[in-house]
Structure formats: C-alpha cells, structure tokens
C-alpha cells in the first residue's frame, strides 16, 4: 500500500478507513472503526494516540481479548498461511518464518506454556526483535507476575500499532 498524508486519512469514508486501519490492532477493526469517528486527526501522533486511547480506556476483560487475537509466534496460523498479511511480514522479518524444527518445537512449549499462565499469547513487536531473542524473551516474561505481564503485552500491542500507522502514513517510526 502506498504512504498517505493526514489529509488523506481524514478524506477517508468509514468503509475506507477501516479497510485501511482495521489490523493497526491486530484484528481488531472495531477500534479503526471507533477511531474513524473521532476524525479530524492532526497528524499521525494523533490518530496513534486514538487508537492507545480506546485500548487504555477497555476494562480488563477487553484488553485480555486483544491480545487474544494475537497469533502465537512461529506458531499454528503461520504454518497453516492463515497469518495477516502485517504478521506474517512482522513475523518473517523476525526470523521466525525459517525456523528449524527444533526451534519451532521449543517456542511451541514456551508458547502453550505462556498460554496456561496468563490466558492469551505471548505478544511481542517482532520486527524490534529476531529469531534468536524471541524464545528468550518469551521465557522471562513468563516469570512475571500477571499483572505485570498484562501491561507489558499490552504496550507491546501499542509497539506493534505504533509501527503499523508509520508503515501507512510513510513515516520513520519513532524508536520505542
């Protein structure tokens, strides 16, 4: 998809918009869709600030169910090709899409191992990552009490969105 500028964004109609934003949140197009309705934005650190906002604004339960619609890295949906487009380039830029079968195995048990901890995948901005950090990552994190843990995915959600609206509005991501 070819960069935009603000003006652009803000043209958008609802259907456009959330057929543009609607994985900034992966799979989440109910947060473009509430997002669309706060136009105008006056720049992408204001549309970036809409989306954090609704997700900051979720009870608990809502905020678990976005990190819900995670995939597990290097997991089921990537060798079924069921990943979105956004993960699978997040993911194959990590490393994680040429993993070998002992490498897979592993982050399938610390993955299924994080799951049973907390309730939802293990989420990281892969592409602030590579293949060889990611197991360890995941296995740190998973000594972390829940609480912790839950705002720690979360801002790697907000990591992940950050990146996501850069690619779209042609802008260098801001270091994170």
């Known amino acids: 998809m070819q960069a935009m500028d603000i003006e652009k964004v803000n043209s958008m109609d609802f259907g456009e918009f959330v057929d543009v934003f609607g994985n900034v949140i992966e799979r989440c197009p109910l947060i473009a869709a509430a997002v669309w309705s706060q136009r105008p934005f006056s720049n992408l650190e204001d549309l970036e600030k809409h989306f954090f906002d609704f997700i900051d604004a979720l009870p608990q339960s809502g905020r678990e169910g976005i990190l819900r619609c995670h995939p597990d890295l290097a997991g089921r949906e990537l060798q079924q090709g069921t990943l979105s487009a956004e993960s699978r380039r997040e993911q194959s830029g990590a490393g994680l899409t040429s993993l070998d079968a002992d490498e897979r195995l592993r982050l399938a048990e610390l993955n299924a191992q994080y799951r049973a901890r907390f309730g939802f995948p293990f989420v990281l901005a892969a592409r602030r990552s590579h293949r060889a950090a990611v197991p360890r990552e995941l296995a740190r994190r ?26 779209l509005l042609g802008a260098p991501p801001a270091r994170l």
């Open 142 to 167: 998973l000594r972390c009490p829940p609480a912790q843990e839950l705002r720690t995915a979360l801002a790697e959600v907000k990591k992940i969105g950050h990146l996501r609206l850069a690619d």
